[in-house]
């Protein structure tokens, strides 16, 4: 019914002019019988100065290159469509343009035959597609060129890309893990952490990376750290995963080296140490040694130089198990009363020869003092007095006031030694009793003396205890068992 009462010439150029390409039909001998709206726009024509030209009449010479006569005259002898051919328009000062066509055979009133011929621009699409194909290009050098690892996946988790870097660090090829799951490349227990994340692939956190060692195509596991990403579509469904990777392979063995260069320079400093700390005892007993040598008639000269290489070698002795009892601590348990003001006096005199000129001493034990005992063994604690004045010299340079303090509080017997030196930055404090740690770039020194301190005390079952203010001084206070009442 709606048919019959169409204008079919009228709904015919409708058709035609609602097409957003330029449409001509021509017959047999390429003469023009019709163009649309479109090809008018285009071309800057009318129907008065087009219909009725032949064909090389309205196209202009830049078009002349393309064997359009030929083609159209080959369609409408076949009778079949020539679809999606190109040509391209050139002409001086004029940007190249490229337009897509077809040619479609048609048949005419009275018995005879013609063509459609179609044409679309495409010039602006070609373009788009050129910077999208370039941009692709770009994205995939990206990748490639990429030192991490850059693996994606689909949201079951199965390998969709495996770039040049995941090749070399792994031995497989991407041809050969394409499509396959990847937590197959991890093992337990990580395989199920692998598993567990995509099962949960929603929420996937790509703000924190994790550690995960992959398994190589040789059956060695390499440490990579891993950084999971959701790929999502533009409706935002979760399509697949973005997993880079950072091999740890080369870190690793730089820790390590850094870790073995660290034991060998501690090396070097314990052995420095406790070689320093042999060598003067055993320089003393030598001098000693060498003036009984030449002055034996002196009875008085030989007692003390013996009383020296005595002395000399008890120190040695001294320091060798202070650092055994350091370095395998344990509780100290055949001890002695020991006069605590005598051991002061003795390490003052050893310590002494390190004061710098100037140094001033304030100790003026009252005579109760002189009955404090402690309860321990005599030669260390002696040791951890001679290595606190030692310190407390050391941070006076140019001179300074040496402090010394011994009182009993109850069952405990304290001991305050005290400098007026720079005193400690708080960032040292909690350093200052550890292993070879020292500000003081003096080689002679090992950085022991307080950690070693520190462990005799602790092994008294006592403490040691530091004051310290910037531009005032240091007092480190020891606390020791007093010593038992004699029966």
Not at 46 to 59: N, V
Not at 167 to 190: C, L, M, N, W
Not at 277 to 296: F, H, T, Y
Request: proline fraction near 4%; charge should be negative.
């Amino acid at each position: 019914m709606f048919l019959d009462t169409l204008d079919h010439e009228s709904f015919f150029h409708a058709v035609m002019d609602t097409i957003p390409s330029s449409i001509l039909i021509l017959d047999e001998s390429l003469t023009v019988r019709t163009v649309n709206t479109n090809f008018l726009e285009k071309s800057h024509g009318s129907l008065l100065t087009i219909l009725g030209k032949r064909l090389q009449e309205i196209f202009p010479a830049a078009f002349q290159d393309t064997p359009l006569d030929q083609q159209i005259r080959e369609v409408i002898a076949s009778g079949k469509t020539l679809r999606r051919r190109r040509m391209t328009y050139r002409a001086p000062g004029v940007a190249l343009r490229t337009y897509s066509y077809s040619i479609c055979p048609l048949q005419l009133r009275g018995g005879s035959r013609g063509v459609i011929l179609v044409m679309d621009d495409v010039t602006d699409l070609l373009q788009l597609g050129e910077e999208v194909r370039r941009t692709q290009l770009h994205l995939a050098s990206v990748v490639e060129s990429a030192g991490d690892l850059i693996i994606s996946t689909d949201s079951r988790g199965a390998v969709l890309t495996w770039n040049t870097a995941a090749e070399k660090s792994t031995g497989y090829a991407e041809g050969e893990v394409r499509g396959s799951k990847i937590a197959g490349h991890f093992d337990e227990p990580q395989k199920q952490e692998v598993e567990s994340s995509f099962r949960g692939i929603s929420e996937i956190d790509d703000c924190h990376s994790i550690e995960w060692p992959m398994r190589c195509k040789n059956g060695e596991t390499i440490p990579v750290s891993w950084r999971l990403s959701r790929m999502t579509s533009p409706t935002g469904e979760v399509t697949g995963v973005v997993v880079v990777g950072r091999s740890l392979v080369e870190q690793r063995a730089m820790e390590a080296q850094i870790h073995q260069g660290e034991k060998l320079a501690a090396l070097g400093i314990v052995i420095g140490g406790i070689a320093h700390e042999i060598r003067n005892p055993l320089g003393v007993s030598s001098a000693a040694a060498q003036l009984m040598r030449n002055r034996m008639g002196s009875p008085d000269l030989l007692g003390e130089c013996i009383d020296k290489v005595i002395g000399g070698i008890d120190r040695a002795s001294l320091v060798v198990e202070s650092l055994l009892r350091f370095a395998r601590p344990q509780p100290i348990t055949e001890t002695t009363r020991v006069n605590v003001v005598s051991m002061l006096k003795n390490a003052l005199m050893f310590a002494s020869g390190e004061a710098a000129v100037g140094t001033r001493y304030d100790w003026s034990p009252p005579a109760e003092a002189m009955d404090i005992y402690a309860e321990g063994v005599q030669n260390l604690l002696e040791l951890v007095f001679i290595n606190l004045m030692l310190n407390a010299f050391q941070a006076m340079p140019n001179g300074g006031l040496l402090t010394i303090d011994v009182r009993r509080d109850g069952n405990e017997v304290i001991v305050e030694i005290g400098d007026s030196g720079p005193g400690i930055p708080e960032a040292h404090l909690r350093k200052i009793f550890d292993p070879f740690f020292s500000t003081r770039s003096d080689s002679r020194r090992s950085g022991l003396g307080l950690s070693v301190s520190h462990s005799i005390v602790r092994q008294h079952g006592g403490d040691v205890n530091v004051r310290t203010t910037l531009g005032v001084g240091t007092i480190f206070a020891v606390r020791v068992p007093a010593a038992r009442e004699s029966s």
